[in-house]
């Protein structure tokens, strides 16, 4: 069985901070495996269609949605197999439900508030 859960959401108010989790579990997520798969994060709006917010190769090259830059950061823990967003200087436009994804498989995603 495969597992990715997220943690780490809740309310904010603008201008503050967040870290998400993402820990990675199951047959298919080997430590290997894990490790040389690009590891992203996703978010979604309500009536807005799923971007991406951020990315981390195996290499650790990264990419960030351009409403997020030097805001947000993405990491990773191959060891831990974990996937880290640390979220600062969150705005009302923030607000979604964040998702975890690693090839076809995804989180069941952890929700995101931030308040004016």
């Known amino acids: 069985q495969v597992q990715l859960v997220e943690s780490g959401g809740g309310l904010v108010q603008a201008g503050g901070s967040l870290s998400l989790s993402c820990a990675a579990s199951?047959?298919?997520?080997?430590?290997?495996?894990?490790?040389?798969?690009?590891l992203n994060w996703y978010r979604q709006a309500p009536g807005k269609q799923r971007e991406l917010v951020a990315a981390?190769?195996?290499?650790?090259?990264?990419n960030y949605g351009d409403s997020v830059k030097g805001r947000f950061t993405i990491s990773r823990d191959n060891a831990k197999k974990m996937v880290y967003l640390q979220m600062n200087n969150l705005k009302p436009e923030d607000t979604a439900v964040y998702y975890c994804?690693?090839?076809?498989?995804w989180g069941q995603g952890t929700q995101v508030t931030v308040s004016s």
């Open positions: 994804n690693v090839t076809l498989f």
């Open positions: 199951g047959s298919v997520f080997t430590g290997s495996i894990f490790s040389i798969n690009t």
């Open positions: 981390i190769t195996r290499s650790g090259n990264l």
